[in-house]
């Protein structure tokens, strides 16, 4: 992934981060207080207890996600998966049905990847 890929899915994650219908009145203006906010939703929903049965923050997030949880606006349907592919430089116009679907088999892992390495490099985990 290029730099430029990598720009436009942590702004992709970024802007998916929604505190919206929670107990949170706190405006969330920094990525860190999004990405905070993010990984303390998913510790208190459902990492708390996936963590010890998966080994693996990363694997946890993915199954969290790929439960599309209210806080964090992910696509999570085929064309739109592909449309962000196109967008994000992994695929093209020109793809085959084969790399499309090998793409939206792989998209929470993704997903969970890159905003794994963002809580990373933000110092929250």
Known sequence: MTVTNQILVKSYIISAIDN???DNSKELNTINEKLVFLHETFM????KWNLQKTGSYTKSLKEWIAG???VFNIDYVNDEIIKKGIEFNSLTEQSTDSQCLKYIENWF???ATKTTQLL???GII
Do not use: A, F, N, V
């Open 20 to 22: 919206d219908g929670y």
């Open 44 to 47: 208190s929903e459902y990492g």
């Open 109 to 111: 892992h993704m997903i």
């Open 68 to 70: 599309l949880p209210s």
């Open 120 to 122: 990373r490099s933000e």
